[in-house]
Every structure is written in C-alpha cells, then in structure tokens.
C-alpha cells in the first residue's frame, strides 16, 4: 500500500509489479464510518426482520453471484496480493463454500428449551447485536472478510468492513458481489486506516480483528472500553515437531510447502522446525525441499511462491535472515534476494536456516514471510518445551508412525488447533479457529462458534395467564 500525495487516498499496487494500480480510494473519515454505521442500522432492522429463510436465500444467491465470478476474483486475487493461482482459485472456491455454509447454518436451533419453575415454558433464543465491525488483513481478501461476514450477516447483523489498504480491489469486488443481494446499506465497505479502523470500533456492537498483534491490542483495548464483545486472531509463532520415526522425504516436503507457500505468508505457516534425535537425513531433504521451491510469476500456473506483499515487507525478511545468520544461524537454502526474479516486484528466495539459538528473536517471534528455522533436540519433552516456550499459540503439527505417542504429545502443546502428519496451514471453515496465548483473543471463529460470536442469549419465561 502507497499513499499518494493527497494523504486521504489509499493506492493498491500488484507486489509482482508495484506499477500497477490495483485500486484506489479516499480514506473514509470518521464522519464517512458514522454515516455507514447509521444506514447499516436501518438496513439491519429490516434485515432481522425478514427471519432465516429469506437470510438463507439471499446468501446462497451471494455465493452464485461470486462463483459465476470466479475466475475474475482469481485473476484479481493474484495480481492485487501475489498468491499464486492455484491457491487463488482455492480461496474463491472456499469464500463460495463460506457463503453457502452459513446460509444453511441460519436455520440451525437458536437456543433451547429448559423445564420451568412454574408451569409454563423456558427457553432461550439467540438474537444479533446489530451492526458488526470486521478489521481485515490482505492475506486472505475474499476468505478472511467473509468467514466473519457470512456468520455476521447469517445472525442478522448489518456489517461495517475495513479492509486492508492492500486489499481494496478484492473488498470492492466482495461489496459488489454482495450489493446485488442483500438490502441496501446492510454491507459496507470502508476502505482506510488507523484512522478509519478506530472509528468502525467505536460505532458497532461486535468486533472482529484479523491483523498484527500490534493492532489487534488496540483494537481489543478500545472494544473492552466500549463495552462491545471482541476476538482477535493475531498470528504465531508454529512449530512443527518431527519425531525420530518420520518419514524424511514426505515430512520435509510437506512442511516447506506449509512455511514457504504463498512466501510465507500465514498466520499458520510452518515458522520452527523441530527436530527430535540425531535425524541429518530429515534436515538434508527439508533443506532440498526448500531449495527447489524457488519464487515464481504467482499467474504461472504448478508454483506456489509468489511475491511479497511489499518492499517494506521483503525488507524486514532480509533483515530477519541477517540477524539469524548474525546470531549464529547456518543457511541451509535461500538466504536473500532471489536472482533472476521473475518481475520488477517485491521477490526473496525461500530460506531455511540452522543452528539458530533458541532464545533468539527469529526464535520467539513471528516473521511473516518465506523464513523458518530448523532446532535440533535430543527427546520429545525437550521438543514439547521449545514448542511451548514462545508467546504465541495458534497452531502446531506432530509428524511420525507412534500414534500413542503423537496424541500424548499433542496433548501437551499450547496452541488452539494441532496438526497430526499435516501441515500446520490449512484451515476448516466449519470447525471453530482460533489460538491460545497471545495468538488470539475472545471467542472462536468459523463454523458454528461464528454463529454464537455474533449473536447474543436471552431467557425468555412465559407463565400462562391466570397462573
């Protein structure tokens, strides 16, 4: 994201070729958030009052719309954020599956029923909070903002999004997609900054963050002072634990693919390898499997390295991989700008570094990009420490033949999702996501937790007249 010389306005540019302008537009103000936040309102009345049915259709009628649509939103996502195609496609394929989940999931019970004091009747019934402020990253353009909007909406909910300034290009596709079926009003797009995020904050009744942990703080401060319910999911630091039974060829090629695909560029990419006994041959192929991805076009169909989302972005990779090398770290593949790169973009090679120790910071913190270190351990306690030890705790994966074994060992570790011989990035939208530690904060997404997030439980009692 660049800003031109009017500071308001916002410019998207493609990371593989930074000339090209995605997407432009004028930073909405605090006064533009508030006026949104007045018509979604409105629309939200209207839009509760129609009940599930009506809801459904009209988010199965979103999911055709962007499915028809599909291969404009791929060629969109790869050249506004640098994924390569084939996972582009994938992520419009699960945005359809998103909407169409949610669509069924509104006719799910919405509360139940309990035997009463008196004669009569006890029950529950699940209601929306009203307008819904959703902060995006630019990852994930169309999934992430609308694994919070289809549950928002599905609850009965008006929904405020501010997407990342490098994102704006998917986000007005969304709002058109969504504009041809839902109530005028009920969904808006609020492109901006801190500005703009702090002002969608204070003008809804539920947040949900997807960002930095940096941010996400701020923006869980601001919601608690506002008395609003808050999640924020805010990255990781994943570990994937190879014990001494695993298989090298397959191991090592599954996690470079889950800590470089997409250069790296996931909260639940693969950022410590841990290696349990004396396993050289698992080190030498995951050093192999990591030098043969070399970054592509991210349009160049069978690769899965694309660009970094900026300059800036690249640079503190570099920068990262110094301070490692600095520190007493050994390239083992990579190790800086990629040569030959395949456009005038924001390119590094994938790199895997050893010998790192490990209380060093590219240890224990999070560098979002094509970057992981390999930590050699001598048992599995020791390995189930290491895991343990950073403040993240989003996601880990256990990698061997002991079943017995894996499962008590995942037992132990500290992150909200475990991956038993799969890659730690990948993520079902049905089942709740989330973290421990200071990965996340509040409640669960996706799936039904979605639901329940954006929706509030009240007790109704009804005694028959005259009792």
Known sequence: MTRSKNPATLTSTSPHDPSDVVAAHRAATAADVHSAAERARAAQAEWWSVGAAKRATALDAAASALE????????????????????????VGRTVSILRYYAQAGFSADGATYPPSMSGYLFTQRRPHGLAGLITPWNFPLAIPMWKAAPALAAGNAVLLKPSPDAMGAA??????????????????????????????????????TGSSAVGRQ??????????????????QNAAIVLP??????????????????????????????VVGDRSDMVEALAEAVAAMAPRDPAEPGHVVGPMISEHARQRVLDAIAAGIAGGGRVLAGGGLAEAPPGPGWYVRPTLLDGVPCDHQLAREEVFGPLAIVLRVDDVDEAVALANSVRYGLVGSVHGRDLDLILSLSARLQTGLVKVNAPTSGVDFYAP?????????????????????????????VVPHGD
């Open 219 to 236: 923006v869980i401060v601001a919601a608690a002072t506002a008395g609003v319910p808050v999640q924020a999911e805010m990255g990781g």
């Open 172 to 209: 007005d596709l969304l709002a058109d997609v969504l504009g041809t079926v839902l109530p005028h009003g009920l969904f808006n797009v609020l492109p901006g900054d801190g500005e703009t995020g702090a002002a969608v904050v204070s003008s809804c009744d539920v947040v949900s963050f």
């Open 433 to 461: 996501f989330g973290g421990d530690k200071d990965s996340s904060y509040g409640q669960r997404e996706q799936g039904t937790a979605g639901l329940d997030f954006y929706s509030t439980t009240r007790t109704i009692a």
């Open 245 to 274: 039974d695993a298989d090298a060829r397959r191991t090592a090629t599954m996690i470079a693919a889950a800590a470089m695909g997409y250069a790296g560029q996931k909260c639940t990419a693969t950022r410590r390898i841990i």
């Open 68 to 91: 028809s649509r599909a291969d404009e939103a791929t060629a969109l996502i790869v050249r506004e954020v640098g994924k390569p195609v084939v996972e582009a496609r994938g992520e």
